[in-house]
């Protein structure tokens, strides 16, 4: 049975468009659009959808306020696209704290590579949004997780000192790595994490996390250093690759097309860090649809690294830590709130 999805923008051009890519799909079914909330909650009246397409910037009522209204009276997984300014991303990281799984910048209409990208990764996204049976539940535990403090860390531990960790995400990626990052203390090895999301969002979601951590946290730029207590976000329209010259530990930011259907990439991460890091790597999979990054986690077990996937149970969507535990990727297989110090542990000196 095709999933039912229901588009409120108020485009004329971006509901075709959106409507074209979604029903190119034969999983997927388009069964209303609106150019603003209250015409989709008469559509919903009459036919409730499995997913929601949502702009933010709408006349009459904004995205934000239909997204609350949505989550307090009846959840359904919504999708957030929108044009996403720097100075508009802000709001999106609001939609995600109100319960959004997902976000996806409006293609640029003139350039045929992103159209033919923002198809792929449209289609992507509403099919993992689909696949979330309890919305309500991610509601309440993402507004948990949103009030959480780091864990203060009274005695720093002392850690192997040319160790990294890379971690992949998607889907319900952005409470996982709040999680996982309340969880470690200031000095712990470097960090470079590939989350699946659009250019823009990567630096204010950074920017956020950096706000909330005892950790130095900001968007990876080419040459970046890879140093203890401190977080890389790959940028949401790049590859980020890691590497090392000597004691120097550094990333790659690069351009390209899409890999494992995606830019940023977590197997061109991983496959980088098995690699360059072989056993002095630690590797985290977490929540999200389709197999990026089960190859590269394979690659990085087989150069000796301890690889981390996140268990079904803790998942929003258990895809890519499936598939990477069906690869023979993955060292354990263990809840959410354990990675953080399965990380820590595999760090420590012995």
Known sequence: MKKK??????SAIIRHILSKCINDDPHLEVIGTAPNPYEATEIMK???????????EMPRMDGITFLKIIMEQNPIPIVICSSLTTEGSAYVIDAMRYGALEVVRKPN????????????????????????????????????????????????????????????ASTG????????????????PGIVIVQHMPENFTKSFADH??????????EAKDNDLIEPGKVLIAPGHSHVLVNRNGALHYVEVKSGP????????????FKSAARNFKDKAVGVIMTGMGEDGAKGMLEMKQAGAKTIAQNEDSCVVYGMPKEAVLLGGVSVT????????????????A
């Open 209 to 218: 996390l950096n706000k909330a951590y005892d950790l130095n946290i900001s």
């Open 46 to 56: 009459r036919i409730v959808p499995d997913v929601i397409v949502l702009d933010i």
């Open 258 to 269: 899409l890999v494992s259907r995606h830019r940023p990439s977590v197997d061109v991460l």
């Open 109 to 168: 209409i003139s350039d045929d590579r992103a159209m033919m990208e923002f198809k792929i990764q449209i289609v992507d996204i509403v099919k993992a949004a689909a696949q979330v049976k309890n919305v309500s539940k991610y509601v309440r535990d993402t507004s948990k997780k949103i009030t959480d403090r780091p864990i203060r860390q009274l005695n720093k531990p002392i850690f192997v000192k040319d160790k990294i960790i890379v971690v992949g």
């Open 334 to 349: 263990i809840p959410l709130m354990d990675i953080a110090g399965e990380v820590i542990k595999s760090c420590l000196i």
């Open 173 to 188: 990626g952005t409470e996982a790595i709040r999680v996982f990052l309340a969880g470690l203390p200031s000095n712990c």
């Open 5 to 10: 999805v229901l588009i409120v923008d108020d």
